[in-house]
């Protein structure tokens, strides 16, 4: 046996020459899969190599990641390490802010549960900025996708709000304060808008509406809060 049977570690062979070579990339592979924190799962090219930092390799990895689609990497002397996970596997997804569990072939992010046979549930936060125009309301992009089951909404003025608004609502069309009216101006005002879980069954945005005049300028940082359910595996 040339590495371990869970993590893949790199064992010394007897009477072996150069053995801090060996220890040294199990420690690597230990440092960087231990308390697992992937920067993203679908950059399919090789960032810069910052030290320790590791990756999820997609399907379709170029350059220095060609052919290690499924794999972990991990950045180490200013090129990569690469590791096998197993399914089940846990990881924090960083430019996802969501944890994601290995399926054997892929990151599901958000997935708390997953079948033997590959059906899971979802839970996400999609968060975005959305710069307010002048006029009487907004339409953000879409924030719920096809069947999500919505939570809510939470999210914060980044930007002061200006215009001769007085407040404002957030809503989706059909239902414009489903997720807050009265809503504050100023830089950190808040909104927090859990609701009774509701279906989208198609993608859906959000309206900002102005109460008391029309918007002129501001920005909201806004965080959709949902659901999805997956199939189970393709026989």
């Given at each position: 046996?040339?590495?371990?049977?869970?993590?893949?570690?790199?064992?010394?062979?007897?009477?072996?020459?150069?053995?801090?070579?060996?220890?040294?990339?199990?420690?690597?592979?230990?440092?960087?899969?231990?308390?697992?924190?992937?920067?993203?799962?679908?950059?399919?090219?090789?960032?810069?190599?910052?030290?320790g930092?590791?990756?999820?390799?997609?399907?379709?990895?170029?350059?220095?990641?060609?052919?290690?689609?499924?794999?972990?990497?991990?950045?180490?002397?200013?090129?990569w390490?690469?590791?096998?996970?197993?399914?089940g596997?846990?990881?924090?997804?960083?430019?996802?802010?969501?944890?994601?569990?290995?399926d054997?072939?892929?990151?599901?992010?958000?997935?708390?549960?997953?079948?033997?046979n590959?059906?899971?549930?979802?839970?996400?936060s999609?968060?975005?900025?959305?710069?307010?125009?002048?006029?009487?309301?907004?339409?953000?992009?879409?924030?719920?996708?096809?069947?999500?089951i919505?939570?809510?909404?939470?999210?914060?003025?980044?930007?002061?709000?200006t215009?001769?608004?007085?407040t404002?609502?957030?809503?989706?069309?059909?239902?414009?304060q489903?997720?807050?009216?009265?809503?504050?101006?100023?830089?950190?005002?808040?909104?927090?808008?859990?609701?009774?879980?509701?279906?989208?069954w198609?993608?859906?945005?959000?309206?900002?509406?102005?109460?008391?005049g029309?918007?002129?300028?501001?920005?909201?940082?806004?965080?959709?809060?949902?659901?999805?359910?997956a199939?189970?595996?393709?026989?």
């Amino acid at each position: 046996m040339t590495e371990t049977a869970n993590l893949a570690l790199p064992l010394l062979a007897p009477a072996q020459a150069q053995k801090h070579v060996t220890v040294n990339e199990a420690l690597v592979r230990l440092d960087g899969i231990t308390q697992l924190r992937l920067a993203s799962v679908t950059e399919t090219t090789p960032p810069a190599a910052i030290e320790g930092l590791a990756y999820g390799v997609p399907t379709g990895g170029v350059n220095d990641w060609a052919g290690q689609d499924g794999t972990v990497a991990i950045a180490s002397g200013g090129g990569w390490v690469f590791v096998s996970p197993s399914r089940g596997w846990r990881a924090l997804v960083l430019d996802a802010g969501a944890l994601a569990i290995f399926d054997g072939a892929e990151w599901r992010v958000g997935a708390q549960t997953m079948t033997p046979n590959g059906a899971s549930v979802a839970i996400k936060s999609l968060e975005v900025d959305v710069p307010l125009t002048a006029g009487a309301s907004v339409t953000t992009p879409v924030l719920f996708p096809a069947r999500a089951i919505a939570y809510g909404v939470t999210g914060r003025v980044t930007s002061a709000i200006t215009g001769a608004v007085s407040t404002w609502d957030l809503g989706i069309t059909g239902d414009l304060q489903r997720y807050g009216s009265g809503l504050g101006l100023p830089a950190n005002s808040w909104v927090n808008g859990p609701g009774a879980p509701q279906v989208y069954w198609s993608p859906t945005a959000l309206e900002i509406t102005a109460q008391g005049g029309d918007f002129a300028d501001g920005t909201i940082r806004l965080v959709a809060h949902y659901a999805e359910l997956a199939l189970p595996d393709v026989v």
